[in-house]
């Protein structure tokens, strides 16, 4: 299994790329890289870069670009998912690694009626992406978003080819896939409120059923990723 090493875009050049200090502590120190190793390198925004060290300083480390693989282990369409905040911030931890495993593009926290707190650790979750997309070997790093009010983002979510919001009084099992692009509603504890419901449906949400049984907020996100992300 390989490592991963994450650099910034400004930082790749046609044939080379430097590895700054907040990657060259764990490149060096810990794994013990040497001088003509070959290592891979992901960018945040689809690329896998193959390369050569060639030097150390205290301040980075520079390495010869070798080969580069575009879309590197994402999946074909492009999903969205938003999750209602959680009492337990360290559930939505799991949930933001998880689905960065899965192959979802953004996450954003969700503020709905039922949500019991409403501050939202961005700058901690989106270390936790980046940390699950090194170590799951993929090129792009999923966005974690400031938290909004549902109706927000039921509002900004009109580009969407598809828009889901699994929801337990919803009993049909219908055949969906999402070729291109969607965005998934997940519940918090207590789940939506009809008035909720019925305004995601008046702009052009579709609910959908995850199974016969209820559903905990984090095994939901995961069911849903693992649906609908391909």
């Not at 918090?188 to 449906?201: L, N």
Request: hydrophobic letters at 40%.
């Amino acid at each position: 299994m390989s490592d991963y090493f994450f650099v910034e875009k400004k930082f790749i050049f046609r044939n080379h790329l430097i590895i700054d200090e907040n990657e060259l502590h764990h490149l060096k120190n810990v794994l013990r890289k040497e001088i003509s190793e070959i290592i891979f390198v992901v960018d945040g925004i689809g690329n896998c870069y193959e390369a050569k060290i060639l030097s150390y300083t205290k301040l980075n480390c520079e390495c010869e670009i070798i080969s580069i693989q575009k879309n590197f282990s994402e999946p074909k369409n492009d999903l969205t998912l938003a999750v209602g905040m959680l009492k337990n911030s360290s559930k939505f931890d799991f949930i933001v690694e998880k689905a960065t495993e899965l192959g979802i593009k953004k996450i954003i926290p969700m503020i709905t009626k039922n949500t019991i707190t409403k501050f939202a650790k961005t700058e901690r979750w989106n270390k936790i992406a980046l940390a699950s997309m090194k170590q799951c070997g993929r090129g792009f790093l999923p966005i974690v978003e400031e938290a909004k009010e549902i109706k927000k983002i039921i509002l900004d979510s009109m580009h969407y080819e598809k828009k889901l919001i699994p929801y337990e009084f919803e009993n049909e099992n219908k055949e969906i896939k999402i070729q291109n692009s969607g965005i998934i509603l997940i519940g918090s504890e207590g789940g939506f409120t009809k008035e909720e419901i019925k305004f995601a449906i008046e702009n052009k949400f579709e609910t959908i059923s995850l199974g016969n049984r209820r559903l905990r907020t984090e095994t939901a996100a995961i069911v849903s990723c693992a649906k609908f992300v391909e």
